[in-house]
């Protein structure tokens, strides 16, 4: 079955400290991984989709990466208003039918000022 | 505003009542998506349609759970017989299709409370 893992589960960073959340998972042929924002009693927003080793998208101060086990989230000088879940999740693998999305657990992120 | 809505909003109820959620998905959106999400874990997939067909169904969902999408447009979710253990945050998604690896765009959930 298909895992996705993240860590830290908890990361606390002041501002302008930068940081990389990490995702690994366990999917053979993967489709594409996908990152979300989560804010408290809100549903998760779509921030990116990465579909191959090597590739590297980026908004404002986010960078995702992501390689053949993982995919890192860069925060490049957070404010506090990046403070969020961060949530990575992946679809089935190609070999496999559906479009269930597996999340990881999150990493919670508190920037203080 | 177009995204995914979700009614209602929260929801509390009695131990063995029933109870129906509605989503709204992106218009030309035609993949619908039902997630359970509670405190500090991630989303949990339910079920997901193509239209109006019911593709793929979680174990996760019991009997007690079953869900619709008539007509291709809006769906509902209802929980018969509620239980405590259901109390959790229910999300919608919708996504436009055909693609392998195409974005699930999320409603803003529904807070469900068993007691």
């Known amino acids: 079955e298909d895992q996705v893992t993240q860590s830290p589960e908890a990361l606390r960073l002041q501002e302008g400290e930068s940081s990389s959340l990490n995702c690994s998972y366990t999917?053979?042929?993967?489709?594409?991984l996908f990152w979300y924002r989560q804010d408290p009693g809100k549903g998760p927003e779509f921030l990116f989709t990465?579909?191959?080793a090597g590739e590297e998208k980026e908004k404002e101060r986010l960078k995702a990466t992501l390689t053949k086990k993982e995919s890192f989230l860069h925060i490049t000088a957070p404010k506090p208003e990046d403070s969020a879940t961060y949530l990575c999740a992946v679809p089935p693998s190609i070999k496999a039918a559906g479009n269930k999305l597996t999340f990881g657990g999150g990493t919670r992120v508190l920037v203080k000022p | 505003d177009t995204g995914v809505s979700q009614d209602p909003r929260h929801k509390i109820t009695k131990r063995g009542q029933n109870v129906t959620f509605r989503c709204d998905p992106i218009?030309?959106?035609?993949?619908l998506y039902w997630y359970r999400q509670t405190l500090g874990q991630g989303p949990e997939f339910l079920t997901y349609?193509?239209?109006?067909?019911?593709?793929?169904k979680s174990r996760l969902l019991s009997d007690r759970f079953s869900a619709e999408r008539p007509k291709g447009s809006f769906s509902t979710l209802e929980i018969q017989r509620t239980e405590q253990g259901d109390s959790a945050m229910y999300l919608c998604?919708?996504?436009?299709?055909?693609?392998?690896?195409?974005?699930?765009?999320f409603g803003p959930g529904t807070r469900l409370t068993v007691t």
């Open positions: 990465l579909y191959s």
């Open positions: 349609f193509q239209n109006e067909a019911q593709l793929e």
């Open positions: 998604a919708s996504s436009l299709g055909p693609g392998l690896a195409d974005e699930q765009y």
């Open positions: 999917v053979s042929g993967l489709r594409g």
């Open positions: 218009s030309e959106h035609n993949r």
